[in-house]
């Protein structure tokens, strides 16, 4: 680990910079309010020097097709506090997989999924479906010191996110997905194969 964050430091960096750029028109009056916290900075720094395929994918979806609410959560919160630390296509181009719905909805889908949709429990690289993996992951970038996200936010963040892996990742979206993120795997391991060995190999 240790080894692998000096030599992911130049990357660190260039991701960094790319961040800072793309964060700075998008400050609010609360981000700009005080000075960032050390420990928010910290965070920021742990997130960067430790890339994932993720983040060499597509920071912006088209989610014009969402409902109203979904969309307006993808606009004003996904895109703006989930992209403090790193990208919102770490995020957006993750494998986690949760169907969206009550908690009955969701067990009733992932049966169906095993049904219907196989493919989607044999590879946990591209597809990792779980019934509460975003509420975890929401729940852990909360926990994160200077992360900002109030509990009514989260929620709304949460649903977006199951929605709208659902919708991309399943059905017939599922085969698309399938090939967007195999892509960014094996660029991922050419690129930078012991922390893909790190991430893929090793659990
Ligand atoms: C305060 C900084 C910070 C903010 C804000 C933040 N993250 Fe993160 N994120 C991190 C760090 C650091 C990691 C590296 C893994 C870890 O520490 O959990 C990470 C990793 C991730 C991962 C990869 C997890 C994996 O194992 O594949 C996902 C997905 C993610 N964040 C989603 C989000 C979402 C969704 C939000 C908004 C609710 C968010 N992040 C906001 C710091 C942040």
Redesign the pocket.
């Known amino acids: 680990m240790r080894r692998f964050m000096r030599g992911s430091w130049v990357l660190g960096w260039i991701g960094a910079l790319a961040c800072l750029s793309g964060g700075v028109s998008r400050l609010s009056a609360e981000d700009t309010a005080a000075a960032p916290s050390a420990s ?1 900075e910290a ?2 720094a ?2 960067l020097a ?1 890339p ?1 395929p ?1 983040d060499f994918g597509p920071t912006l979806i088209d989610a014009s097709k969402y409902p109203a609410e979904i969309q307006a959560t993808y606009k004003t ?2 895109t703006v ?6 990208q919102a296509s ?2 957006l181009n ?3 997989l949760e169907p969206y719905g009550t908690k009955a909805e969701k067990a009733a889908k992932l049966v169906e999924w095993k049904q219907k949709n196989p493919e989607i429990f044999k590879d946990r690289a591209v597809w990792q479906p779980e019934a509460n993996i ?1 509420e975890r ?2 729940k ?3 926990a ?6 109030q509990p009514a936010e ?1 929620r709304k ?1 949460w649903q977006f ?1 199951t929605y709208d892996s659902e919708q991309r990742k399943t059905g017939a979206n599922a085969a698309g997905w399938e090939k967007q993120r195999r892509q960014l795997l094996a660029d991922f391991k050419a690129k930078h194969p012991a922390r893909y060995n790190e ?1 893929f190999e090793t659990r």
């Open positions: 928010y965070e920021k742990k997130a430790n994932y993720n919160l996904l506090k989930c992209a403090r630390c790193h770490r995020p993750s494998q986690f975003w992951y929401v852990r970038m909360m994160k010191p200077g992360c900002n996200i989260g963040i996110l991430l």
